[in-house]
Each structure stands twice: as C-alpha cells, then as structure tokens.
C-alpha cells in the first residue's frame, strides 16, 4: 500500500475509513498505528488520554487485517480505532475511574459492550480520562480529575466538558474515530456540544452497564460519541441489546435502519424561543437562530411547547446522592476520599450518607411523575424536542462550574421553555442526540433533539438530516 | 385534660423513641468549620424542600425498578 496522509482520515467518518479500508487503501495495522501515535501525542497535551493500549491495539489490527484479506466482513466498524471512557473496565487494563483512591485499580474482565466492539472488529486504542468518579459529589472546578482539567480542542484555556471530558476531547481533536462516553445527568450531551462532535445518549437500559463504574443504578447510561449521527447509529446498533447481567437491562435491541425514517414532514418538534432568545447566552443567540432556522427549513411541524413543571435539578441530585453514597459507601467512610480532588465533590459525597431513605423515595416517586408526564407529552403532543444543548460555550478553566465566579445573572425568564431538559430527560430515561450547530468566538456549539424511549432511529435522522445541511460537525481543530 | 390514655400513649412513645436510637446506626463523624460540607448540606436541604413542593398523590409509588 502506497504512503498514506492519514492527517486527512483522523476526522473522517467511520463509514469512510470502513469503505477504505475494505478497498485496502490502507490497511488496519496502519490505521491504527497512526491514530495509537496521534493519541499518545496529543492525548497528554488535552488530558484526554488515561491509557494508551497501542500493543493490544496492533494485535487485533492483525487479526483484522488477516479477515480483510479473506473477505471476512464484521460490518462497518471492523477496524475502526476508538477509544473508551475510563469507568469502562477492560481486563488487565487499569480502570481508574478518574480518581486517585482508584489509581491502581485492574479488573479481570471486559465490559460487556467492549466485548461487543471487539467482537465486530473495532479496535480500542485507549483508555480516555474523565472527571473523578463521574462528577457524582458534585464538582466546583473542570481539574477534578486524576488526570487534570479535559482541555477543548478548539482553545486549551477551555474544558472539554463532563464527565465523558475525555472522550468528548478525543474524538473533536481527531484522536480516535469514536468513542463510548456514560451519561447519569448530562456527561454525553455535555462533553459533545463543547467540543464539536455528535453524542448520542441512548434510552435508560438499551445499553449493558455490565462492567461500567455505577455513579447511579438508575440514571447510568453508556452511548457513542462520534463524528456523525449516522455514525452513533451504526455504534448503538453494536453495543444496545438485552444483559442478563445488568439489572437495569431494557430487554431491547436496536437497529440502525435509516431506510423506515419517517419523514420531517410527519414529524411535530416542540421546542420554545425563550430557550433560543433568553436562556442562551447572548453571545451564542445569533448561531443559535441560525440552526434554529436550518431544523424549521427542513420540512417538521413546529409546535412550542413548554417542559412539565418539577423540580428536575433537584430530583437527580437527590437520586444520584442516595445511590451513590450506598455505592461508594466504603469509600466515603473512609480515609481515601479525601484524596479525591475536588473539595466541593469530597463534601458532597460526604453530605450524600446522610440522604435520608424518605428523601430519596419521594425523589422516586415524583419520578413516576415525570415520566407519566413525558409520556403523555410525547404521546399527545409532539414527536421530537429541540433545544440547545448547552446554554453557554465551553466554561474557562479557571471557572467555577456552579456559577458562584459568574457576573450577576439577568432574572430568570418567566417562561420554563425546555430549561431543565437535561436532568428531566434523563429521570425520565429519554434518548438525546447532541449536534453541532455553530461557533461562538471559535467555539463550538450544539442543539440536541430528544424523543420517547426507544425512538433512537427517530433522533439519529433528525441528526442526519441536520449535518446534510450543515457542515458544523465537518469543522476541524488545529491542536497544538 | 390528662388522662391515663394519654400517659400511656407518652410512656409508649418514649419507649419506642428509645428503641429507634438504639437501632439507628451512629452518625457519621462530621469536620467542624467546613465550608465545603456546609454548602452541600445546605443544597441537599434545599432539593429536599423542592421536591417537598411537589403534590404527590398517596398512591404514587416510587420507580425503584427503573425501566424505560
């Protein structure tokens, strides 16, 4: 094979690199050399990187190679190098669950959906870091980290975002194909507007969490984050499916089938212009009207609406405070803790032993609730919500991230608009899929599209369709 | 008026207050003067009086077998 310019592969699409490689354009040691070298070069420079496995990596590029050459097909992501985030074990690998108390930690056994990946062909290069134990005590500053603050490929002075900050970093600044992030209330969505790349958060239970650190049993989730909404389509339809070994297992699988998508046409999205106008930051309503545009272009009915009124903020830091303490119970009780970094997030988890069990029981029954009152919303009202995924762009490094360093805020809208869809749609266990959709001084943003459990196919075209008419999610940092 | 009823109900009362602090595990040791642990008890009060806010019917249960 001829000397290839893999600068030109490091952001392409999994679908790309697939087709190439079958056309033996290059072959899969090769690839994945030069994406091993990419992420242990610039892995480091953005605290993405927790653990290169470039040795085993290689190996099964062999090994994939060898079934190329026979025309022995695994789909499309045989091949494809990708990275996950490090709550994920893989065996004899260290899974540090981006804590020092857990530096050391190894565990004898793949995750269940790591299994699937390699099963395919897809070739896991490393380890990407994340905030300490998935931010779960609640985190004051981006450094609360066994690995530092996830730097954003777009300014270095900016967080990639969290807790899925190193995979959001990795797959924006081209470092591996994709990459498997976790979502309790925000950590796909998140990392992926900040950073310039497509996170899909699949329903509650549609993905294993067999051998995936549990901040929380019942809000955990696992999803891609790739280049393209087609390529979380392709990545989902592997890793989804039934687990005996997971409790919280849905039963369900998922198949990507872009062919039975229904048309925008027959769609209603439900979204509200306070989001756009007055809940976004200033500097981003501009870009914001601008996509907002595109999505009202491409032929959906449009519907505002206005999200169901509870406290959603709350409820998950009631749930995810009573759940984690019993998970983290030893822990807390011990002296270790405080070797986490974060003060504010050693407090919380503190705090969280003391979640009294009524506390947490009305928290879960006022969850019954909200997902009666999302059912009924998307059974009566509207197909697809629409709403920036985050509000601002990424945060400064040096900035608290609970707002305590911020310049007065303008009072608070009257309005709900769709503020609080992220801790609402994960209480209720609702797939979001986050797109780019601009750039603010140079960084990116994104709009996410949210729907009914189990309507993932639904949110990967409205994504698709989305990036057919944009060109957001093709832009590229220069990383130094 | 204080009837026997009552004392009795007092004397059972008491009791039973009794027995639960006996059973009630020791409370976790707490750092004195510690901002940190101030604030995130303060926040957890003030989630659990937001959701306190909330009208919940009697027969609403809790979804403590998540699927969705």
Known sequence: MANTDFSKIFFSSLTEINASLRKREYSAVELTKAFSDRLEEYGPKYNALAHSMRKQAIKKAKDVDDDLKIDRTRGPLQGIPFGVKDLLSVKAQPTTWGAKPYAAQVFDYDANIVKKLDKVGAILIGKLSMVELAGGGGYRFANASLTGPGLNPWDKSRWSGGSSSGPGAAVGAGLCTFALGSETSGSIITPSAYCGVTGLRPTYGLVSRHGAMALSWTLDKLGPICRTAEDCGYVLQVISGADPDDPGSAGKSFYYTPQFARKPQDLTIGYAPVDFEEYADPATRPAFKTALEVVKSQGYKFKEIEIPDFPFGAMTSTIIAAESASIFEDLIKSSKIDEMEDKRQIAGFKTALDTPAVEYLRAMRVRTLVQKAFHDFFYNNVDLLLVPSRTTVANKLTEPLDGSGAAPQPPRPKSRGLSGIIPAGNLAGLPAISVPCGFVDGLPIGISFVTKPFFENQLIAAGKLFQSATDWHKKTPALT | ?68
């Open chain 2, 1 to 68: 008026m204080v009837t026997r009823r009552k004392l009795a109900l007092l004397a059972t009362v008491g009791v039973a207050a009794k027995v639960a602090l006996a059973q009630a595990p020791p409370a976790p040791a707490r750092a004195e003067g510690d901002a940190d642990l101030e604030t995130a008890r303060q926040q957890a009060r003030n989630n659990f009086q937001a959701i306190a806010r909330v009208k919940l019917p009697r027969n609403v249960e809790p979804v403590t077998t998540f699927k969705a």
